[in-house]
């Protein structure tokens, strides 16, 4: 069936050092790529998004880009910040449903002042 | 801003309970979809509905039921609990997709189910 695959589970980066999550996904109908970051105690929130028609996405210091050919999407984070502490979620749409999302295993990343 | 409000953050229920999970979104989205999260196994998709009184299997029915009477109002059934529903149970809600393909998901907070 459909899946999504993230790498790594758990990331350890200094504060001011980037950080880079990478996904990839099996449905080629997948259209819509969303990334959440859920801080402790909390629901999931989205952070950014991409869609199948565009290869790079930038928003301040995040970044998604995504690899239609090879079904992998990835985000970046540069100049880390404590604050960006939390467990990130990369998801892929199911092709053919209404708005249905496939979400990897998650990333506990953990920011070091 | 868009609000989904899940009725318990906590949740205590002995073996073999009816359990209600309630859910309630405020920004009259057309879908909504129940999710349980385990450590090390991500988001995993119990059930969804796209409208009233319309509901769908998603990856791990089985235990569960769902019932949506309300547009915004979407609650998770656990017939009978079992230890092994000990779990966080998320919420979500999202317009119906677009031109451009699926919407973004709004979350509840989660409401954390003990079951003894």
């Known amino acids: 069936g459909e899946n999504v695959e993230q790498h790594p589970s758990t990331l350890s980066v200094q504060e001011g050092d980037s950080a880079v999550i990478k996904c990839t996904y099996s449905?080629?109908?997948?259209?819509?790529f969303p990334w959440y970051k859920q801080e402790l105690g909390k629901g999931p929130q989205l952070i950014i998004d991409?869609?199948?028609?565009?290869g790079e996405k930038k928003d301040q210091r995040i970044a998604v880009t995504l690899n239609k050919t090879a079904k992998h999407f990835s985000l970046h984070i540069t100049e880390t910040q404590p604050e960006d502490s939390a467990v990130y979620f990369c998801?892929?749409?199911?092709?053919?449903?209404?708005?249905?999302?496939?979400f990897g295993k998650g990333t506990k990343l953990s920011v070091k002042p | 801003d868009v609000k989904v409000t899940q009725s318990s953050r906590y949740l205590v229920k002995r073996t073999g309970e009816k359990v209600f999970l309630e859910c309630v979104q405020d920004m009259d989205h057309e879908n909504m979809f129940w999710y349980r999260q385990d450590p090390g196994l991500g988001l995993r998709l119990i059930y969804f509905s796209y409208d009233v009184k319309m509901k769908e299997k998603g990856d791990i029915p089985e235990g569960y039921s769902v019932s949506r009477e309300k547009k915004e109002r979407f609650s998770l059934i656990l017939e009978s609990a079992s230890t092994n529903q000990t779990s966080m149970y998320l919420c979500?809600?999202?317009?119906?997709?677009?031109?451009?393909?699926?919407?973004?998901?709004?979350f509840g907070p989660g409401t954390r189910l003990t079951v003894l």
């Open positions: 998801a892929a749409s199911r092709g053919g449903s209404q708005g249905n999302l496939i």
């Open positions: 449905d080629s109908a997948s259209n819509y």
């Open positions: 991409i869609r199948s028609n565009v």
């Open positions: 979500a809600s999202s317009p119906n997709p677009g031109l451009a393909g699926a919407n973004e998901q709004f």
